[in-house]
């Protein structure tokens, strides 16, 4: 019975076991906590390989198909390269305060998992919200800084809302079919009348505040700019594919019926977010605002996914859930490093970093290029991917769009690499030196990148694998 | 479409009724012939007011209340519980057991970081 729950019980239990050595850990000693849940972490992968996870509990409300598998794991790689990249930042600024960070990470991980298994919209608000507020209490981690506190009290006020959103959402669904859960056996045809429609309409704006979509993502910039670095390393990456994956379940199994209205919202919205994300990432002189704004314009190019509305859109979404993962949090931890060294997040602070830091520089470049989709690395293959799905759908227009946008983002994305590599700066010439964990996490992220860039194949393998048993009302075990 | 009619009926009668009622209350209340602003101003013990009411607390008071809270919905818990337990048998026991440990690791947390102390700085 509780077999398609080992992940998230095998969570909980190691987070109790952190959770007491942190209570009983010398004030000085307490660096081994992020040891211990980077090795939790890679022990619940582990975990995650094995067969017998897959299956359904909680009378059908409670499901592990290879979708909600798959992003279970790539939930523990994003929380793995943050806790990775958390290290020595703790170890400096948070001193007596580590516990509390890696088990926070770790509630918003397990809330992740609960949330994405869910075929129940009230399971799904219970684990929506074990996500949303560690996040809320990590933004605003940084007490001596005003701008952090700041940040957290934008994403806790959207948050809440969109929480409020969702739970009037979720009460006109159940007015609309009498129900909350989902099964796929029985369609929900109660869902073609205009309750039906409000209460998707409320839903999406709901998610939308999650996945900082077009008319919610004013929180993103500021948030950003404010929190921890490797925090929002994490913040920018991992709960995004959790709404995205909330909504993608949602949507495909218990609106199915709303299908040819949820496309609709969904092309403006991806739209939309498109062209607002890469307009205003183009004034930027702060890195972290900058990736904050080209986030919001990625989100966008994932919404086509859902708005394509086939499993194609789909299995591509999952392709590019992995190439967004490995290059949007690799360029957030190069700006750790160089806040590190230089003091400063803006952009002046990355002139003539090459000579500086030819390994770190040469990382950034391959992150640029794999956000704006370069060939040849991993970015390129997940734009053309997304843009195959949304074309084979019929948009042409928005795809024409999209790759104009393309061609914007490179600016920006290419200014951050002219500054490292050609402007003439002022004197500063001092070797940079990376902390250990750094250059490891920065080094995955960039072999990740790189080496997937070259072999797509076994990306798209794993995520047609992740689509194939999508929707079934019982996952099967193969 | 037409079965909603009824709920903005609903709708409006609600309304009609909250807003009436505050209209029929104004028309035909007494009114205080003597009327005093001194007789309605709130007091505090009989003294006059000094301040704000808007003033900051410790917040040891707030850790007071979270720690109560935990303790309150324990006990919500319980009560349901153990009126049934003998006909749920040993899963619901083990299942408390796990509830109260968890409960139990958020006290010793207050406790071992040292917010169940009241004189402090």
């Not at chain 1, 897959?54 to 592990?64: E, K, L, P």
């Not at chain 1, 560690?134 to 933004?139: A, D, I, N, R, T």
């Not at chain 1, 940084?142 to 009290?153: H, I």
């Not at chain 2, 607390?57 to 720690?67: C, E, N, Q, R």
């Amino acid at each position: 019975m509780f077999k398609p729950l080992t992940l998230e019980i095998a969570l909980t239990v190691g987070m109790f076991g952190i959770f007491l050595l942190d209570l009983f850990l010398d004030r000085h000693k307490k660096r081994v906590l992020g040891i211990f849940t980077l090795l939790l972490l890679i022990v619940i992968l582990g975990i995650s390989i094995s067969k017998s996870v897959y299956g359904t509990a909680f009378s059908g409300t409670f499901v592990s198909d290879s979708f909600a598998v798959t992003l279970k794991q790539l939930f523990l790689i994003a929380t793995g390269l943050a806790v990775l990249g958390s290290i020595s930042h703790t170890e400096k600024l948070l001193i007596g305060r580590e516990g509390e960070y890696y088990l926070l990470l770790l509630f918003s991980l397990l809330g992740m998992m609960i949330t994405v298994s869910a075929r129940e919209l009230l399971l799904l608000f219970v684990g929506f919200e074990l996500m949303s507020i560690p996040l809320y209490v990590l933004s605003g981690f940084d007490k001596g800084n005003p701008r952090s506190v700041e940040g957290a009290l934008k994403i806790f006020l959207f948050g809440t809302v969109s929480s409020a959103l969702l739970l009037l959402g979720i009460g006109i669904f159940f007015a609309a079919t009498g129900t909350t859960a989902w099964h796929t056996t029985r369609a929900l045809d109660e869902l073609n009348d205009p309750l039906g429609t409000l209460a998707l309409i409320i839903l999406l704006a709901g998610f939308g505040f999650k996945i900082a979509a077009f008319p919610f993502q004013f929180w993103v910039p500021d948030t950003y700019e404010g929190a921890p670095t490797p925090f929002v390393a994490f913040l920018s990456v991992a709960p995004k594919v959790a709404g995205f994956g909330i909504l993608f379940r949602f949507f495909f199994e218990a609106l199915e019926p709303l299908a040819s209205t949820w496309t609709l919202y969904a092309i403006w919205l991806a739209a939309l977010t498109m062209i607002v994300g890469n307009l205003l990432a183009l004034p930027q002189r702060n890195i972290k605002r900058l990736l904050a704004y080209s986030g919001i314009a990625h989100i966008g190019y994932m919404l086509l996914g859902l708005a394509s509305g086939s499993k194609f859109g789909l299995e591509m979404s999952v392709f590019y859930f992995v190439a967004y993962l490995f290059s949007n949090m690799g360029a957030f931890l190069v700006a750790e490093a160089v806040h590190r060294a230089t003091g400063s997040d803006d952009l002046d602070s990355y002139t003539r970093l090459y000579r500086r830091a030819p390994f770190l520089s040469l990382a950034m470049l391959v992150f640029l290029l794999s956000l704006g989709g370069i060939p040849f690395v991993i970015g390129f293959w997940a734009k053309l991917y997304i843009f195959l799905a949304a074309a084979e759908a019929g948009y042409i227009f928005i795809v024409l769009l999209g790759a104009l946008l393309t061609v914007v983002a490179l600016f920006y994305y290419l200014n951050v690499a002219r500054k490292m590599y050609i402007d003439e700066g002022s004197g500063e010439n001092s070797f940079i030196s990376l902390p250990f964990d750094l250059s490891i996490s920065i080094g995955i992220c960039t072999l990740a990148v790189v080496l997937l860039g070259l072999y797509p194949k076994g990306i798209v393998w794993i995520a047609i694998k992740a689509i194939s048993a999508f929707g079934q009302s019982n996952p099967i075990i193969h | 479409m037409v079965s909603y009619i009824n709920l903005l009926l609903f709708f409006c009668i609600v309304l009609l009724f909250a807003v009436g009622t505050l209209i029929l209350a104004k028309l035909i209340r007494y009114q205080d012939p003597n009327f005093d602003p001194i007789k309605i101003q709130p007091y505090e013990c009989g003294e006059d007011p000094v301040g704000d009411a808007w003033i900051r607390f410790s917040i040891s008071f707030y850790l007071i209340a979270l720690i109560f809270v935990l303790f309150d919905v324990e006990v919500a818990f319980l009560f349901p519980w153990i009126l049934s337990l003998s006909k749920l048998g040993l899963l619901a026991f083990i299942e408390m057991l796990i509830f109260l440990s968890i409960l139990f690791l958020g006290w010793l947390y207050a406790f071992k970081k040292g917010d169940l102390r009241w004189e402090r700085q």
